[in-house]
C-alpha cells in the first residue's frame, strides 16, 4: 500500500529505481534512485501511491523482485508476473557535461540497450548510432574517457582480400557530452580501400526516469532531412546532421552512408551532430554557460606520492562535467548529484561537494548556497492585521510558496535585515532557552498548526536508504542542518561580506527547522534531533529514531549558526551554545554503549532510549565538528577518550575493508558488501573520517584508511565512484564496482580533493585577519606542496615537509600567520 504522507516505508520495501531529471529537486512522492525510496512529502503534498513499477502502482517488496516464482505449497498460483526490468549497470563509458551526456558500451557503439545514447535535459535525443565499415563492425581496441565530457574509441577493420595479419584500416571515434561526434578512417595498408561506411540510427526520444527503470519504447520512425535524419513524437524532436552530406540516406531504415576511397596513409573523416530541439515551453537548468568561469580554481598539486595529483585532477575534471546553473542565475553554478542516476540537484549531495572545495574558493558555495536557498521551504506570510506565528517566515518574493519546491522557483531573496529574518516580529530563529531544553525544546516550532509552518526552513530533499538497522532517512534533514556550516565556513574562508548577510535569513530559517525538529517525547528521545522534515504531528504518528550523524550535524550547526549570529549582530548566539552544550552532555551519557572492548557510539537512540547498536560508518560525522574562530575546531559530541576509542575501532577488519570504511560493520548478520547501507564503501566518508582522525590527532589511523583511498582510486583510473564493494581487500584483487553506483558522482569528486588538501591543515578565519596551518606531522604523503589555493578570493599557497612542518610560501598581505 502507499505510505501516507511523512511515514517512513516499512523494512525491505524498494521500489524500482527512477532517476530524475537534470537539475530537478526530485519532487516530493517520488521515488530517488537507485533506491526507489520515496521522497519526503512536503505540506499538502498527495500520499505517494505512484512508483516506477508501473504507473499508480506500488512497491514491490525484496522477495519479489525475482519476477514468477513457483507458488509456494498449499497456495493457489496468481497471475503470472513479468520478470522485472533490470537497471543499466554504470560500468559503461560515460562522458558527461551537464545537462548532457552520453554512455555507451566500450566499443563505442550505441545499441539503444539500456542506456546508451545521447542525452540532454533527461531525454534521450539519440538511442543508437552503430557504425558499420564494409558490412563490418570494428574490432573493439580501446574505449577510454578523455576528459569527463569526452570520451575517444578505437577499432580496427580487415579490408576483404588482405592477406597481411595487421589490420589495414582503423577506425577512431572521438566523443562529446553535447552530442558531436568524429568518425575517422585511416587507411595503412598498401592499396587504396573501397567500401561503404554505414551508420544506423534510431532514437525513441525516451525520458531517463523510463529508461532507467528498464522501459523502451520502440523507435520512431526517421525523416529526411538536408544533411542527416530527423525524428519527432512525445512532444519533442531530435536531428542528426553529418558533415560532409551522405550519399545516401536510408530513412525507413535510419542508415547514413558513404561510399569511401582512402588511399594508402590517407585519412577520410565526418562530424556528426546530435540535438534535441528544445521545448517551447518550461526553462530547463543549464550547464555551465560561454564566459562563465569555473567556480574554483585550478590548483597545482606536488607530492612524493604521485597519485595524489592525479586524483585532484581528475576529481576536479569530474566536477566541472557536473556543474549546473538555473536558467536566470546562469553564474550561480552548483553540482549535480551524479551521472547517470541523480542526473540534478540534490541539496545535500552539492551543498557537500561546495563545502568540500572551499579551499579554492567560495564561488562554487555561494551559487550552491542561493540555489537551495531559493528552494527552501517558506511558510506563507499570514493575512494582514494577523500575528506572525512563532514559527512563520516571510515567503521571497517570487519564491516558492505554501512548502513548494519547485526545480523552476527562482525568486530573489530577501534583503538581509532584520525585518528578512525568520520569527515574531524580524527575530532569528533562536533555539529554547537551556532551561526550556530540558523539558520542552520544540515548544516554539510546533505551536502552529499549519504543515507549511511547521517545514519553514527546510531544505527538501529525498529520501535515503537506511540499510537493514534503521528506516530511510530524509536527505532535507542533512541539507538544512548543512546550509548552515557551508554559510559559516565559506564566510570564514572570505566570501564577501555582503553575500554572507543576503543569505543569513535563509540560515536562521534553517535553525528554526532544526529548533521544531528537536523531539519532545512521544516523537523521539527527549532532547535529540529526529527528522527536520516531517511535522511534529508526523512524528508522534511513527516516531523517528535520533541518528547519531543528524546529532553530529545538528551539534556543528548550532555552534557555527552562533558564530554567523554574534557576528552579524542578531540575537540569539548565546542561546545555541546553551543549548549545544547540552546536547553534548546528553549525547555523551545516552548514545554510549559500553562494551569489552571500551565501548562505541550508538547509530541511532530509539525512543524510549534504547540504542541501535549497529556498528557503521555514518560514525565518522562524530569527527567533523566544524571551522571555529581563528583557525580552531569546534568541541566535538565525543570526549578524549571517546574519541580515541572510536578512532581505534574504525581502522579494524570489522569497518575498514581495506580500500576504505563499510557503511555496515562486517560482523552484522546483516552485512552485505554490495548493500548501499548494509557493506559498500562510501567514498565521501571514509574522506571525512581521515579529514577528522587528523585533526583529532590519530594520524595513524588516518594513514591507514588514506592509504586505501588512494589505492582504491588508482583501480578507478583516479575518477573514484560514488561507492564500491566492501569486500575485504585481496592482494592482486581490484576493488568490485556496484552496479548502482553514480560515477560521476559529485561527492565522491570533492571528497578526493578534500581528501588531498585537508592534509596541509588550512583554517582561515578572515573576518579576524588569520590564517592558521595545521598538517598531517606524519606526511603521508610525503612532501606535498599546494600552490593555486584561494583564501579571500587570493593566491595562497602551502608547503609540508617530509616531517610535517608546514611553511605558507605566499598569502593575502591582510592576513596574519598562524603555525600549528
Known amino acids: 500500500m502507499p505510505h501516507p504522507p511523512g511515514a517512513t516505508p516499512p523494512y525491505g520495501t524498494l521500489t524500482t529505481p527512477t532517476p530524475y531529471a537534470p537539475g530537478a529537486t526530485p519532487p516530493y512522492g517520488t521515488p530517488t534512485p537507485p533506491y526507489g525510496t520515496p521522497t519526503r512529502p512536503g505540506p499538502g503534498a498527495p500520499a505517494p501511491g505512484a512508483t516506477a513499477a508501473g504507473r499508480g502502482g506500488v512497491g514491490v517488496r525484496s522477495e519479489q523482485v525475482a519476477g514468477a516464482a513457483a507458488p509456494a505449497a498449499g497456495r493457489q498460483p496468481g497471475p503470472a508476473v513479468a520478470p522485472r526490468p533490470q537497471p543499466s549497470a554504470a560500468h559503461d563509458i560515460l562522458c558527461v557535461?551537464?545537462?548532457?551526456?552520453?554512455?555507451?558500451g566500450p566499443d563505442g557503439q550505441l545499441r539503444g540497450q539500456s542506456l546508451h545514447g545521447f542525452f540532454r535535459h533527461g531525454v534521450r535525443a539519440l538511442a543508437r548510432m552503430e557504425l558499420r565499415l564494409g558490412g563490418m563492425e570494428p574490432v573493439p581496441l580501446q574505449g577510454t574517457l578523455t576528459s569527463a565530457a569526452a570520451a575517444r574509441f578505437v577499432g580496427s577493420v580487415r579490408v576483404p582480400g588482405d592477406l597481411d595479419p595487421d589490420p589495414a584500416l582503423t577506425v577512431e571515434r572521438l566523443r562529446h557530452a553535447d552530442g558531436a561526434e568524429t568518425v575517422t578512417v585511416r587507411n595503412t595498408g598498401a592499396r587504396p580501400a573501397r567500401l561503404p561506411l554505414e551508420i544506423a540510427l534510431g532514437t525513441d526520444l525516451g525520458q531517463l526516469t523510463e529508461i532507467a527503470a528498464g522501459r523502451r519504447s520502440p523507435d520512431l520512425p526517421g525523416q529526411v532531412q538536408s544533411s542527416g535524419l530527423r525524428w519527432a513524437g512525445q512532444g519533442r524532436a531530435a536531428t542528426v546532421s553529418a558533415r560532409p552530406s551522405p550519399h545516401a540516406v536510408l530513412a525507413g531504415a535510419g542508415v547514413l552512408r558513404w561510399d569511401l576511397e582512402v588511399q594508402p596513409g590517407a585519412r577520410w573523416s565526418v562530424d556528426l551532430q546530435v540535438e534535441l530541439e528544445a521545448p517551447s515551453t518550461g526553462r530547463p537548468p543549464t550547464g555551465r554557460g560561454p564566459g562563465v568561469p569555473l567556480p574554483w580554481s585550478?590548483?597545482?598539486?606536488?607530492?612524493?606520492?604521485r597519485r595524489a595529483a592525479r586524483l585532484v585532477g581528475r576529481a576536479l575534471d569530474t566536477l566541472s562535467g557536473l556543474l549546473l546553473a538555473d536558467a536566470d542565475r546562469p553564474t550561480d553554478l552548483y553540482t549535480a548529484s551524479g551521472a547517470p542516476w541523480r542526473f540534478g540537484l540534490t541539496a545535500a549531495d552539492a551543498l557537500w561537494a561546495a563545502r568540500m572545495t572551499l579551499p579554492l574558493g567560495t564561488r562554487l558555495a555561494a551559487g550552491t548556497l542561493r540555489a537551495t536557498a531559493r528552494r527552501q521551504h517558506l511558510a506563507p506570510q499570514p493575512p494582514a492585521g494577523a500575528g506572525a506565528g512563532a514559527g512563520t517566515a516571510r515567503p521571497a518574493e517570487g519564491g516558492p510558496a505554501d512548502g513548494?519546491?519547485?526545480?523552476?522557483?527562482?525568486?530573489?531573496?530577501?534583503?538581509?535585515?532584520?525585518?528578512?529574518?525568520?520569527?515574531?516580529?524580524?527575530?532569528?530563529?533562536?533555539?529554547?532557552?537551556?532551561?526550556?531544553?530540558?523539558?520542552?525544546?520544540?515548544a516554539a516550532g510546533t505551536e502552529s498548526g499549519s504543515p507549511a509552518q511547521a517545514m519553514d526552513g527546510v531544505i527538501p530533499g529525498p529520501l535515503r536508504h537506511g540499510g537493514p538497522e534503521l528506516p530511510a532517512s530524509c536527505t532535507a534533514t542533512e541539507a538544512t542542518l548543512l546550509f548552515v556550516t557551508v554559510l559559516a565556513e565559506a564566510w570564514r574562508w572570505g566570501m564577501p561580506r555582503a553575500e554572507v548577510a543576503e543569505l543569513l535569513p535563509a540560515a536562521e530559517r534553517a535553525l528554526g527547522a532544526l529548533r521544531a525538529a528537536v523531539a519532545e517525547g512521544p516523537d523521539g528521545p527527549v532532547g535529540f534531533v529526529t527528522d527536520l522534515g516531517r511535522t511534529a504531528e508526523e512524528r508522534v504518528v511513527r516516531p523517528s529514531p535520533a541518528r547519531c550523524e543528524v546529532q553530529a550535524q545538528a551539534h556543528r550547526a548550532a555552534l557555527q549558526g552562533a558564530d554567523l549570529l554574534e557576528a552579524f549582530d542578531r540575537p540569539g548566539a548565546a542561546e545555541w551554545r546553551a543549548w549545544a552544550a547540552e546536547l553534548r552532555e546528553r549525547f555523551r551519557e545516552q548514545f554510549w554503549i559500553d562494551d569489552l572492548s571500551g565501548g562505541r557510539p550508538a547509530a541511532a537512540l530509539l525512543a524510549p532510549d534504547r540504542p541501535v547498536p549497529a556498528f557503521a560508518s555514518t560514525l565518522v560525522h562524530l569527527f567533523d565538528v566544524g571551522l571555529a574562530a581563528e583557525g580552531e575546531l569546534h568541541e566535538g559530541l565525543l570526549d578524549r577518550e571517546q574519541t580515541r576509542l572510536l578512532a581505534q575501532r574504525l581502522v579494524t577488519p570489522e569497518l575498514d575493508c581495506g580500500w576504505g570504511l563499510r557503511t555496515l560493520s562486517a560482523k552484522s548478520p546483516r552485512f552485505n558488501?554490495?548493500?548501499?547501507?548494509?557493506?559498500?564503501?562510501?567514498?565521501?566518508?571514509?574522506?571525512?573520517?581521515?579529514?577528522?582522525?587528523?585533526?583529532?590527532?590519530?594520524?595513524?589511523?588516518?594513514?591507514?584508511l588514506l592509504e586505501g583511498l588512494l589505492e582504491a582510486s588508482a583501480h578507478f583510473e583516479y575518477r573514484l565512484p560514488e561507492m564500491y564493494?566492501?569486500?575485504?581487500?585481496?592482494?592482486?584483487?581490484?576493488?568490485?564496482?556496484?552496479?548502482?553506483?553514480?560515477?560521476?558522482?559529485?561527492?565522491?569528486?570533492?571528497?578526493?580533493?578534500?581528501?588531498?588538501?585537508?592534509?596541509?591543515?588550512?583554517?582561515?578565519?578572515?573576518?579576524?585577519?588569520?590564517?592558521?596551518?595545521?598538517?598531517?606531522?606524519?606526511?603521508?604523503?610525503?612532501?606535498?606542496?599546494?600552490?593555486?589555493?584561494?583564501?579571500?578570493?587570493?593566491?595562497?599557497?602551502?608547503?609540508v615537509s617530509r616531517i610535517g612542518v608546514a611553511v605558507v610560501e605566499e598569502a593575502p598581505s591582510f592576513l596574519q600567520l598562524t603555525a600549528s
Open 97 to 104: 557535461n551537464a545537462p548532457s551526456m552520453a554512455t555507451s
Open 298 to 305: 585550478e590548483p597545482e598539486v606536488r607530492a612524493d606520492d
Open 725 to 799: 564493494a566492501g569486500e575485504q581487500k585481496v592482494a592482486d584483487c581490484p576493488p568490485v564496482p556496484h552496479p548502482a553506483a553514480c560515477r560521476p558522482a559529485a561527492m565522491s569528486a570533492a571528497a578526493a580533493v578534500h581528501l588531498v588538501l585537508s592534509l596541509a591543515g588550512v583554517r582561515p578565519d578572515v573576518p579576524s585577519g588569520r590564517v592558521a596551518t595545521h598538517p598531517a606531522t606524519t606526511a603521508p604523503l610525503g612532501a606535498l606542496e599546494l600552490t593555486g589555493l584561494r583564501v579571500a578570493g587570493e593566491p595562497f599557497s602551502v608547503r
Open 673 to 704: 558488501p554490495l548493500g548501499h547501507r548494509s557493506g559498500v564503501v562510501r567514498v565521501q566518508e571514509t574522506a571525512l573520517a581521515v579529514s577528522g582522525l587528523v585533526d583529532a590527532g590519530f594520524e595513524r589511523e588516518a594513514e591507514i
Open 404 to 442: 513548494a519546491s519547485s526545480p523552476s522557483t527562482t525568486g530573489p531573496l530577501q534583503a538581509a535585515g532584520p525585518s528578512a529574518a525568520g520569527g515574531t516580529g524580524g527575530a532569528p530563529a533562536a533555539p529554547p532557552t537551556a532551561a526550556q531544553s530540558a523539558g520542552n525544546p520544540s
